[in-house]
């Protein structure tokens, strides 16, 4: 999502390069031949790929959830349950305010890295491999957010269809590697991980988290 809106940025800046017909040019001169216009597009460009991403992840999101809920359970959780489910900002946001959120992090930082080169008089390359590592940077911080929140989802779906199965206990299971962080120890010490259902800590606990609820019969 982020490689194409910088991808459309560099090929204004490019163009701005072009007109000035100069190899290094100031914050001003970029100004003059369209600076802020490119921006502008920029921003533009981000609302309209944050829609359009945050549109296919809330579907494939519904996706995770009732298939996991079928598959533990059997049965068919209504699409409107689903939607609920995805929508709740479980941890502090939804999913989709936190891609606006990002989108408008990097729309600062972009402005914000460009001008400072320039201002010193940046030559084009130097322009174009900020962005690319900004694009990189917030590419990276995207598929972590996709990754954790689809996981989220998988194990709500699990969840829910433990409760629906009158399930009452769960079990908090870690990978048991050296990755695994001192809160999710903690959580899998506590009472050796057992938990009533709706007192369950809700997982993942942290972005890249991979413990897991397992029913538990006492």
């Known amino acids: 999502m982020y490689q194409k809106a910088i991808t459309k940025l560099i090929t204004s800046i490019n163009n701005i390069y072009r007109k000035a017909k100069r190899e290094e040019i100031t914050l001003g001169v970029a100004r003059k031949y369209g600076l802020p216009l490119a921006f502008k597009q920029f921003q533009k460009e981000l609302n309209r790929l ?26 068919r959780r209504p699409l409107k349950k689903a939607k609920e489910k995805v ?56 598929d972590v957010l996709i990754r954790t929140e689809l996981w989220h989802m998988d194990l709500l779906g699990e969840l829910d269809g433990m409760k629906q199965n009158k399930v009452q206990y769960v079990k908090y299971i870690s990978q048991g590697d050296h990755r695994v962080c001192p809160e999710c120890i903690s959580l899998e010490a506590y009472n050796e991980g057992i938990y009533k259902i709706e007192e369950a800590p809700i997982l993942p606990r942290h972005p890249r988290c991979r413990c897991h609820l397992v029913p538990y019969e006492k």
């Not at 944050?50 to 049965?75: C, F, P, W």
């Not at 030559?123 to 990276?140: F, G, M, R």
């Open 50 to 75: 944050s829609q359009k991403e945050a549109n296919r992840l809330s579907k494939e999101m519904q996706k995770h959830y009732i298939d996991k809920y079928v598959d533990t359970t059997g049965k």
């Open 87 to 142: 929508d709740y900002p479980w941890s502090g946001m939804n999913f989709s305010q936190r891609i606006a959120k990002n989108s408008q992090q990097i729309n600062q930082q972009v402005i914000q890295e460009v001008e400072k080169v320039l201002r010193k008089g940046g030559n084009k390359p130097q322009v174009v491999s900020l962005l690319l590592e900004v694009a990189n940077k917030y590419t990276d911080r995207h």
